[in-house]
């Protein structure tokens, strides 16, 4: 499957199921096992297990593989590894302690807003470069919480 219509897959089914802060990173520099990291939060156990099993079901009904799911037991944190795609969902607190967007977020992947279902699934068929277009600009310094 192409790997822009792998991406927006993922990022479509993590949506149904209302992730928040939704991350998409081009790795394909960094290592040869993956082109993605899809890091996204779930406010509970029971919502980052439901978003990897949208994942799942989403990317098996459009004929993609799932390699393996880790983390499902417990659901703080839900690896869903598509082989091309490595998704990370994790609750927020775990997510801001290990930190994944500093070794993974060198380069983020921008992709086009989805909208409406009509337009999740036009936006996902178009293979425009807008869709994997990477910033160019430097990596963002890592932010610090303000103490007021």
């Known amino acids: 499957m192409d790997i822009r219509k792998l991406q927006r ?3 479509d089914a993590l949506e149904d199921v209302k992730a928040q802060d939704i991350k998409v990173f081009n790795t394909e520099h960094l290592t040869a096992l993956f082109e993605r990291v899809i890091i ?3 406010t509970s156990n029971r919502q980052t297990k439901a ?3 949208s994942v799942r079901d989403k990317v098996k ?4 593989d799932i390699v393996s ?3 499902e ?3 703080e944190w839900v690896l869903v590894d598509t082989g091309d795609a490595i998704v990370h969902i994790m609750q927020p607190a775990l997510r801001q302690y290990y930190n ?4 993974w977020g060198e380069k983020p992947v921008r992709l086009k807003a989805a909208g409406t ?3 999740a699934k036009a936006s996902a068929e178009d293979d425009s470069e807008d869709e994997d277009a990477v910033e160019a600009s430097a990596p963002a310094a890592p932010r610090r919480k303000s103490s007021k």
């Open 51 to 53: 978003l990897a099993a």
């Open 117 to 119: 279902k009509a337009g």
């Open 40 to 42: 996204a939060s779930g």
């Open 9 to 11: 897959l993922i990022v």
């Open 61 to 64: 009904a459009a004929g993609g």
């Open 100 to 103: 994944l967007e500093e070794i």
């Open 73 to 75: 037991d417990v659901g």
């Open 69 to 71: 799911i880790e983390g």
